[in-house]
């Protein structure tokens, strides 16, 4: 069959493009053509001036000039660096010819993550508006830390009701999604697992052996984890340990090294690593596949990031304070209970997939 992806394909960071790559490689697998559909993303609820940092173009150059002199010089070019990098993969990986109006194929997929979410603004096809396929279903969707109470406030609870009741088959991949959905349309939403993790990702983890040993991956977005008392205890913790650290994917000049690296290249250099110290999903859910011990500080993605630990029985690695690091450090990690999980939420999700597109 031909089957479009509906997703934010196009965002700056690792986690986006694999979860992405990872779905499309799972409906290959199934023998179906697939297509990644393009749109112009809405940003009606943040301020006008931050949309320059996602619509580039000439208006775009105070924002990046006020940007330089706030992050400083390595932290643009490491970026440049790494939206060529991202870039090359897209170019090489995706199908990225085709708009979402247009698209006549089989089935949309919308999916994975945060593909309902109201927190930048409102995307009506994410909700299913604006496609003409015969069937349309959503893969792991997730409404990141939008609640109902968001939905309300903005009005927008019964044009996502509205949108979501066409849809053929719904899944998610948290708790607060599905209570979401539950709550507006009456009718039940799976939680699967997350592309990354259905995918796996086996091949590519292995393929990458960094030359480096004895090392520390720091995983988190360069706008966070620079507080000085956490940046100390870190520090300290891998001083101690006589390891290195190094910022992968993202930019801290606090690290003994930031890597620019590809997609597939930053699965080996978590599976190969003593630790990653990470407060995201996607640094968490890499954590989870490459069998990586991680320490995590969960902020403001507590609805996604702290239902995903809990799936895999893996609360005890949060830190409430990076005080916490050599306590929860220290703690072991049964792999072989989490592998057992994993096996059992693909098969599950698989068949979750499986028969939202066929049936």
């Known amino acids: 069959m031909k089957i479009g992806i509906l997703t934010y394909y196009g965002v700056h960071n690792h986690g986006a493009v694999l979860q992405a790559n990872g ?39 105070l924002f990046y000039f006020k940007y330089i002199l706030g992050k400083g010089i390595g932290n643009v070019l490491y970026n440049y660096k790494k939206h060529r990098t991202l870039r090359i993969f897209r170019t090489l990986s995706f199908n990225l010819d085709t708009g979402f109006d247009t698209f006549n194929g089989d089935i949309i ?3 994975s993550d945060e593909v309902f979410s109201l927190e ?16 349309i279903v959503s893969y792991a969707g997730s409404f990141g830390p939008t609640t109902i109470e968001n939905i309300d406030e903005k009005e927008k609870r019964a044009q996502i009701r ?8 719904i899944s998610v991949r948290d708790r607060n999604s599905q209570f979401i959905v539950e709550e507006l349309c009456q009718c039940s939403a799976q939680i699967v697992c997350d592309p990354v993790i259905l995918y ?8 990458f052996w ?10 988190a977005y360069d706008s966070r984890m620079n507080e000085s008392e956490e940046v100390v205890y870190i520090k300290d913790y891998a001083k101690k340990h006589k390891f290195k650290l190094y910022s992968v994917g993202y930019y801290h000049r606090w690290c003994n090294k930031n890597i620019d690296v590809s997609p597939n290249e930053l699965l080996g250099w978590i599976k190969h690593a003593k630790l990653i110290i990470t407060d995201t ?4 859910v890499m954590a989870i596949i490459c069998n990586t011990p991680m320490v995590v500080k969960i902020r403001g993605n507590a609805n996604k990031l702290a239902y995903l630990l809990n799936e895999y029985s893996l609360c005890d690695r949060i830190v409430e304070t990076f005080a916490e690091l050599p306590v929860v450090a220290k703690k072991t990690i049964n792999f072989a209970e989490v592998n057992k999980k994993l096996k059992e939420k693909r098969a599950e999700s698989m068949d979750y997939l499986k028969k939202a597109i066929e049936e």
């Open 23 to 61: 779905l499309k490689s799972v409906l290959e697998r199934l023998g179906h053509d697939v297509y990644f559909l393009t749109f112009e993303r809405g940003y009606e609820y943040i301020p006008v001036s931050q949309t320059r940092k996602y619509k580039i173009s000439v208006r775009s150059i």
């Open 109 to 111: 997929v919308i999916g």
């Open 120 to 135: 930048i603004g409102y995307n009506p096809m994410m909700y299913g508006y604006g496609l003409h396929t015969k069937k």
């Open 162 to 169: 509205k949108g979501l009741l066409e849809f053929s088959a």
């Open 200 to 207: 796996g990702y086996e091949k590519e983890m292995s393929a």
């Open 210 to 219: 960094p030359k480096e040993s004895d090392y520390i991956v720091v995983y």
């Open 281 to 284: 999903f996607h640094g968490s």
